[in-house]
Structure formats: C-alpha cells, structure tokens
C-alpha cells in the first residue's frame, strides 16, 4: 500500500515538474484551430462518426479524413459562438434532444451491448437449437439425359451391376457429371419438385427404378445416405444470436422503463398510432431488435 502511495505521488510530482497535466499523455493535442484544440478523443470520435463510405478507407486515410472534419466543424464552431448562435432557443432544443439520445446510447451500451456476458451468448444458441425442428438432408448423386429413353437404357445398364458413378461420367450430360453425378446432400425444397420426391422416396443405396422428368431432362437418381441435417456451428451463428440477447435485454429495459414512468401523449392520432405500434410489438414472436446507437 505504501510502495502504490509512494508511485503515485512520484508520478504527480513528475507531472508538475514537466508543467502538463497527467491526462496530455493519454489525450494529446493534435491540432489546434485559433485558440481551439483538437485533442486525440476528438479524432476517435470523428473516425467514429465518419460517412460509411469514407468509413472504408485504410486507417490512415480515415484520420485524415476525420481530422479535416474535425477542423471544419472548430472553424465554424468559432464564427456560430461569436454570432450569438450557442445561445439561440433552435441550438439549445438541438442540443437538448442530442444530450437525450447520447444518455440513451451510454445505457445502451451500459446495461445491453456491455452486459452481455459470451456464456449468455453460448446459453441462447443451445437454447435455440434444442428448440430447432429436425430437417432431413439427402446425399444423392444422379444421371441426366435427355430422353426417356436414354435413362431406361441407364436403369437397365444399372440392374446388371453397372458402377452408378462410372455411368454418371461416361452418360450424364449435368456439369457435376465428373464427380459422378454427386450432388452432395441437400435439404427439402432445394430441389425441384419432382426430384425431390423420388430422391427422398428413396432407401439408402437404391435408385429409381423408372426416368424422373423435370423440366431439366430425364434423370436416374440414386440415394447414397440420409441424415438430419446438423445445426449451425455456433462460430457461424454467433452474432446473430448476440443480437437477440440484446434486444431481449433491450426490451426488458424498455418494458422496466414504461412501468416506472407514466407515458401521456397529448395529440390523439398520435397516441392511438403508438398504442397500436406497441400492441404490436408486444405480441410479436420476434420482435424488432435494439436500435442501433446515433
């Protein structure tokens, strides 16, 4: 405790004797405007806030672009404050709807982006995939000709132990027909129709013992596996259900927030328009995420 009293009264020392305040160090100036100065968290801020087009640019580009901002804004910062304009009733109702929004963004990102906790996180997706219905996926290669009867003729071929994927190469006129006509696996409603049917009709390591037609040709379909489609990995899912762990925090403040206060709005068209948005919003299954930060 001595040692920690001792450093510190070293450290203020040094920073008298150097004639700076101890925060120059950590918030430098980086540009000055007349008597104004435009201090490094400045600079952060205007990179922050920067047009999302020039929010593209390499980290260099964007402090300048940033800093040229920063400098317009002090310039006629200057000449609004000398013409009286920071004390007009329109800056002061500016300023007070921008303090309420920022109040509104630092408990955002308090009590909802900073609250939510990685294991919060990992518990939704278990949660949400212990909820997923099972979705069956086939594994299925097939041979596509354009007549019927060229796939009779493959179907008979195969019916004397001809090797399904040496036909698919030597036959199939589909552009996966050097893999052997292997269509890797595939879920309902990713194919058309009637290839879906006979595909799913299927047992494992059969084929259709009749040409499937579909608006592509006559195809020969054989199912070499079936399985229920794995979930998502959580790596794949994760910021989409960060989101929904804060927009259920969000929510839940929002909903603690109307019960605390009493909410009056005057003009009745208004007031039954809300009362509708939040009906719905109430009832929603999912309802619409947090707003993003102004």
Not at 185 to 206: D, H, I, S, T, Y
Request: glycine share 6%; with cysteine; hydrophobic share 40%.
């Amino acid at each position: 405790m001595l040692r920690h009293k001792f450093l510190a009264t070293a450290a203020l020392a040094a920073a008298i004797l150097c004639q700076a305040p101890a925060f120059a160090a950590e918030d430098p100036v980086v540009a000055k405007v007349g008597a104004l100065e435009i201090r490094q968290s400045e600079l952060d801020l205007a990179v922050q806030n920067l047009d999302p087009q020039l929010a593209q640019l390499p980290d260099e580009q964007k402090k300048v672009a940033a800093l040229s901002g920063a400098i317009d804004v002090k310039l006629l910062a200057s000449g609004a404050t000398q013409e009286g304009l920071k004390d007009s009733e329109d800056f002061k109702k500016r300023m007070a709807y921008i303090e309420g929004r920022e109040l509104h963004n630092a408990y955002f990102r308090k009590h909802v982006i900073d609250a939510t906790k990685p294991e919060e996180v990992k518990a939704r997706y278990d949660k949400e995939i212990a909820a997923l219905p099972k979705q069956e996926e086939a594994h299925a290669r097939h041979i596509l000709v354009k007549t019927e009867e060229e796939a009779k003729d493959i179907i008979a071929n195969l019916d004397k132990g001809g090797d399904f994927a040496a036909l698919a190469k030597e036959k199939s006129q589909d552009s996966n027909k050097d893999e052997g006509g292997d269509l890797g696996w595939f879920g309902r409603g990713q194919m058309v129709p009637e290839f879906e049917e006979a595909a799913f009709g299927l047992e494992k390591g059969a084929y259709t013992k009749t040409p499937v037609q579909t608006q592509f040709g006559f195809h020969v379909i054989k199912l070499e596996e079936k399985r229920d489609a794995p979930p998502p990995a959580f790596e794949q899912v994760q910021d989409q259900v960060k989101q929904l762990v804060m927009r259920d925090k969000y929510i839940a403040l929002i909903n603690k927030a109307k019960a605390e206060q009493q909410i009056e709005i005057v003009d009745p068209a208004l007031k039954k328009g809300y009362e509708d948005v939040s009906k719905m919003q109430e009832g929603a299954d999912a309802p619409e995420a947090a707003p993003a930060q102004q």
